[in-house]
């Protein structure tokens, strides 16, 4: 059954719902600067509503997961498709800061976290083989919103004003969502694992409290804490910090679709690199590098370098997060991936908070971005060093429950 060519459509439909939802809510830092001269709302209270996002994606995330768990994925991915589009129309209605940072901060945060971590679950229990290749190619799918999303908000802006400009992007996100999540199903494998032995010694298995509360959990949300907070900013800001060293808009925004197609490059080459030398130590010096790819924004000021920088940079982060859930696959039982996914996305999510805040205070308070970027840099130093910490639980523990189960 897990051979089905239909585990493809999974990936697919994964790959095509994350790009979609994420682009819908990454279309704010390009509408950030005509929102804020259009309505006086300050850059700070503006960007504040990607971290509002962030922190409402941080906190459902691990519902989200438990109850794709229960009641399978496509209930929640179907809610979550439809809640993103509605929050996005009603966004551009608002005539009050209160009222923008409500309807895209909290509501279009929360239904974003309902597609990641139920689809990333979903696809690992679709595969034994290639699982490494499945998750990467969900993620890359999720990469490629700054090649599409960001392009299409910018050539909106270009032409019609904002609230027109974010109603269609809504459009499109239901166009798109909304019939694409029908196609999601149940991993098979979860079914199966559950009815039929897995050939494997039988030993006690982990309980969801136990898994929440062991080490290895701790500090993947700690890891994945740090590793966000280091590429937040530098996403969410990067086409602001180029349009103010004088770099048109629409040629900003290209700096984020070379960020997003080399990402989408790392999410699979880091993949395939986690199957062959193991996902730990990839992620370990992926981390590594990714704080000093952060760095080199500080030298960047022509359009030249900023793609340069953008290009490593964007390969790099991007390709560090597929590993997490591949961890997550090797470490924990298959029936609880998206409680444990959930909580790995909901310490990512509160990292992501962290910057679209940090940025607007630090450009309000100094009209320059460097400290953000050295803050990013700290930020990844410290992901690395949690990240050496991990030692995945003994193979006999694990055994029984991550063994393949047979087609």
């Known amino acids: 059954m897990q051979d089905s060519r239909y585990r493809w459509v999974i990936v697919a439909a994964g790959g095509l719902l ?48 438990t109850l794709s768990d229960r009641f399978g994925p496509l209930p929640v991915v179907l809610t979550g498709s439809i809640v993103i589009a509605a929050s996005l129309a009603l966004a551009s209605f608002a005539t009050s800061l209160l009222a923008f940072q409500f309807m895209f901060g909290l509501m279009v945060g929360s239904a974003t976290a309902a597609i ?22 969900v993620s ?39 019939p694409v999540s029908l196609l999601v199903r149940r991993a098979p494998a979860l079914a199966s694992a559950a009815s039929t032995p897995s050939g494997a010694p039988a030993q006690p298995e982990m309980s969801r409290a136990q898994a929440l509360r062991s080490p290895q959990f701790i500090i993947l949300l700690l890891t994945n804490f740090f590793c966000c907070a280091t590429h937040s900013g530098p996403i969410i800001h990067t086409v602001s910090y180029a349009v103010s060293c004088g770099i048109p808009m629409i040629a900003a ?59 490593v940079f964007g390969f790099i982060y991007a390709g560090t997060m597929p590993l997490y859930s591949v961890l997550v696959r090797e470490n924990f039982p298959l029936r609880m991936m998206g409680t444990v996914i959930g909580g790995t996305a909901m310490a990512g999510s ?58």
């Open 18 to 65: 994350g790009c979609v939802a994420v682009g819908g809510m990454f279309s704010l830092p390009v509408f950030l600067q005509p929102i804020a001269r259009d309505t006086g709302w300050s850059v700070t209270g503006v960007s504040s509503a990607m971290t509002i996002g962030f922190l409402a994606m941080a906190f459902t995330s691990m519902l989200w997961g």
């Open 116 to 137: 990641f971590a139920p689809m990333m679950a979903t696809v690992t229990g679709w595969f034994d083989t290639h699982r490494s290749l499945a998750v990467s190619l």
């Open 140 to 178: 890359a799918g999720m990469g490629m919103a700054p090649m599409t999303m960001s392009p299409l908000a910018a050539w909106l802006i270009s032409n019609h004003d904002w609230r027109f400009s974010m109603r269609i992007i809504a459009l499109v996100v239901a166009a798109i969502m909304i």
């Open 253 to 311: 925004v290209t700096i984020y679709s070379v960020e997003g197609l080399a990402g989408m490059g790392g999410r699979i080459a880091f993949g395939l690199l986690g199957d062959r030398f193991g996902a730990k130590r990839v992620l370990v010096l992926g981390l590594l590098a990714q704080a000093f790819g952060a760095l080199g924004y500080v030298f960047v000021r022509e359009l030249a370098a900023f793609y340069a920088v953008a290009a």
């Open 350 to 407: 509160l990292g992501m908070a962290t910057g679209p805040l940090a940025g607007g205070l630090i450009y309000d308070a100094f009209a320059s971005y460097a400290w953000l970027y050295i803050g990013s840099w700290a930020f990844g130093i410290g992901a690395f060093l949690i990240a050496l910490t991990f030692k995945p639980f003994p193979a006999a523990r694990t055994q029984a429950e991550a063994a393949p189960v047979p087609a």
